[in-house]
């Protein structure tokens, strides 16, 4: 796992190298209403964001994005690498953990 992190709106990304098959898992606080993760891989753009003030459990896939158990995203990911940044808002970020899938 990488160290906690906190993610300010406005601010240079957290980027990270992807291996060939990927995972990415990781949990996500949103502070204020308006705050938003964004995860930039290669040509997609996936959107996480709630207002609940709750711990949110994040998967990311090749075959898409699944928060807190439920699917959010169908279409295929491709990436070579991963930036995640918050926007419009602060997200603190724990657990952040990428991995190997069997291919």
């Known amino acids: 796992p990488l160290a906690p992190a906190t993610s300010v709106a406005g601010a240079k990304g957290l980027s990270r190298p992807l291996p060939p098959s ?3 898992r990781l949990r996500a606080w949103f502070p ?6 964004r995860l930039e891989l290669g040509s997609s753009t ?3 964001f709630d207002g ?3 711990w949110h459990r994040v998967e ?3 075959q898409g994005v699944v928060v807190d158990g439920r699917r959010t995203g169908a279409s295929e990911l491709t990436a070579s690498s991963v930036t995640l940044r918050a926007q419009h808002g602060p997200v603190e ?3 952040l953990v990428i991995s190997r899938t069997k291919p």
């Open 93 to 95: 970020i724990r657990d």
């Open 32 to 37: 204020a209403k308006q705050s938003t993760l």
């Open 52 to 54: 609940s003030h709750i």
């Open 22 to 24: 990927w995972m990415i």
């Open 60 to 62: 990311v896939t090749k």
């Open 46 to 48: 996936v959107m996480v």
